[in-house]
């Protein structure tokens, strides 16, 4: 069992920036590949950023090329987002999610993922 637990977020201006943390229990942080989702109200829930069990490897989406960054620390059980040049748009509930599949590809599909934080709320303002 994986226990994820987001933290970060808030209010902040367009332009301004945020870091995501999220916290994984047990021993096993480091099999699996982790990704970052948002969902913003009456929308479906959709893909941001996912990377390998190691590091190496990282895919974005479209929307927050150059702005965003995920990273991971697997000796704290930790991956991150550092979300920079805010924009409303950006408005969302954003969820870290452990994908323990064996597919070779890092997965944007959230059925993919099988393990789910609470999520935290980022509200950016114009």
């Known amino acids: 069992q994986v226990q994820l637990v987001e933290s970060g977020g808030g209010l902040v201006q367009a332009g301004g920036s945020l870091r995501l943390s999220c916290a994984s229990s047990?021993?096993?942080?480091?099999?699996?590949?982790m990704g970052w989702f948002r969902q913003a109200p009456g929308k479906e829930r959709e893909f941001v950023a996912a990377?390998?069990?190691?590091?190496?490897?990282?895919t974005y989406a479209d929307s927050v090329k150059g702005r965003f960054t995920v990273s991971r620390d697997n000796d704290e059980n930790r991956v991150y987002l550092q979300m920079n040049n805010l924009k409303p748009v950006d408005t969302a509930v954003y969820y870290c999610?452990?994908?323990?599949?064996?597919?070779?590809?890092?997965?944007?599909?959230?059925?993919?993922?099988?393990?789910w934080g609470q999520g935290t709320q980022v509200t950016v303002s114009s």
């Open positions: 999610a452990a994908d323990p599949t064996l597919t070779p590809a890092l997965s944007t599909s959230a059925t993919t993922y099988g393990y």
């Open positions: 990377i390998s069990r190691i590091g190496g490897t990282t």
């Open positions: 047990g021993r096993a942080f480091g099999r699996f590949r």
